[in-house]
């Protein structure tokens, strides 16, 4: 590579997992022009991956990342690595129905055509014997056992690899003067650069897009991504009841929800996995995010939560109805097909796309930004540029793999949407 190519500006907008990893992988192949704009400072406040924990696992029905996900577990467990400490090896059980199960059979064929281990069938039976706390009738639910997946501690994993990445020489520009709101084209329409909240501008020779469930506020999509929120609620456990749970694994009901193991702290976090958008009508029905920063008065909506609760009694009766700590909605970018969206733009030159989480992307961090880097340097895989490229006109409907079937709601639909209380 010449120097000049090294030397060039970068501007990176978003610095959430994707802008993140772009950033490091930039600094780590010796880019030293880079700079990452965001809305706020390390750890970018409303990106998907600024979490208490995420999961890291390898089951895919897709090989591509079942390989990538292998590899970045490899990454994640490295007790030498820039990760080191963050990684916990709980193992999960993924509990299907008739509709999400097909997710579950094709993760499996994918697993053994790699060699990695697949999950096993597991009777309730067998889940109350070997995890007592876990003491929920399961009703619904077939469950199948990993051992290979495991929670990390995903905002620690942002902060390092930001700061790696500033190390390294990369510049970050939060606050209004780093909150993008127009993209900058000149009279070819060639991207030269980005308008922020303060009124400044920076320019550059390539510019990429990472910003998440919010590029749709930036460039037009062609419908290709869906903004689409996912319920969280944080309990916190006694130091008694973090002995007792500390032990079991994630429990990932496929359409139900999703529970964590306790932190040391006693935090436990649940996830719905019924997802709503936010069609605003100002936006010629766009759905993007309503981000808590700006509604900090929001709370999950009652619909979502009622049923949240309702699962959790099926599982882990005791904790179905604590109190909220906390609840939020987090809100990522959904592709149709569940690939990225990691693409030069087709019209716009020098403007790069690096989006598409579809609430799956979060494990990817050690590697998502060397495929990103070899995107923009145009020497990305050809099968993998084919699975990202750009591609309006999805649709959902013959994608019998979809591990999240139920069909999402509009926040503006649900009634006492904003009023709802931290607890039932």
């Not at 020497?379 to 591990?403: C, F, M, Q, V």
Request: some cysteine; glycine content about 8%; overall charge negative.
């Amino acid at each position: 590579m010449v120097l000049s190519q090294l030397t060039q500006p970068i501007i990176v907008i978003g610095g959430g997992t994707f802008g993140t990893s772009t950033a490091y992988h930039l600094s780590q192949k010796g880019y030293t022009n880079v700079t990452v704009l965001d809305r706020f400072p390390v750890p970018s406040f409303e990106a998907a991956g600024n979490d208490i924990n995420k999961i890291v696992r390898t089951e895919y029905p897709e090989p591509l990342y079942t390989k990538l996900a292998s590899d970045s577990r490899d990454i994640w467990r490295d007790s030498n690595g820039l990760f080191a400490g963050l990684y916990n090896p709980s193992g999960w059980i993924i509990g299907a129905t008739d509709r999400s199960t097909p997710f579950v059979e094709a993760s499996m064929k994918s697993a053994k055509a790699l060699g990695v281990d697949p999950p096993k069938l597991v009777s309730t039976e067998e889940i109350h014997e070997k995890w007592p706390v876990m003491s929920g009738g399961f009703e619904g639910w077939k469950s199948f056992w990993s051992p290979n997946a495991a929670w990390v501690n995903a905002r620690e994993g942002i902060v390092r690899m930001a700061q790696e990445a500033i190390k390294s020489g990369v510049k970050y520009i939060s606050g209004n003067a780093g909150y993008a709101k127009q993209l900058l084209y000149d009279e070819n329409q060639t991207c030269i650069g980005v308008k922020c909240a303060d009124g400044s501008a920076y320019f550059a020779s390539k510019i990429i897009l990472a910003a998440g469930a919010a590029a749709g506020s930036l460039l037009d999509l062609e419908n290709q991504i869906v903004a689409k929120g996912h319920a969280v609620g944080h309990i916190q456990l006694t130091p008694e009841e973090v002995e007792e749970y500390k032990d079991m694994p994630i429990l990932d009901h496929l359409e139900g929800g999703i529970l964590f193991p306790p932190q040391e702290d006693g935090i436990m976090k649940i996830g719905a996995v019924h997802f709503v958008t936010n069609y605003a009508k100002s936006l010629k029905g766009i759905s993007l995010p309503r981000y808590r920063s700006d509604n900090p008065k929001d709370r999950i909506p009652a619909v979502v939560e009622a049923r949240l609760r309702k699962w959790m009694e099926t599982c882990v009766p005791k904790l179905a109805h604590r109190e909220w700590v906390e609840t939020r909605i987090c809100w990522d970018g959904d592709m149709a097909d569940y690939h990225f969206l990691i693409t030069p733009h087709p019209r716009h030159k020098n403007l790069d796309i690096a989006i598409g989480g579809s609430a799956h992307g979060f494990k990817f961090l050690p590697v998502l930004g060397k495929y990103i880097v070899e995107m923009m340097e145009g020497t990305l895989d050809p099968e993998i540029a084919k699975k990202w490229k750009w591609r309006p006109g999805l649709d959902h409907s013959d994608y019998t793999t979809n591990p999240h079937p139920e069909k999402p709601e509009d926040l503006n639909d649900m009634p006492g949407w904003g009023t709802v209380k931290s607890s039932l």
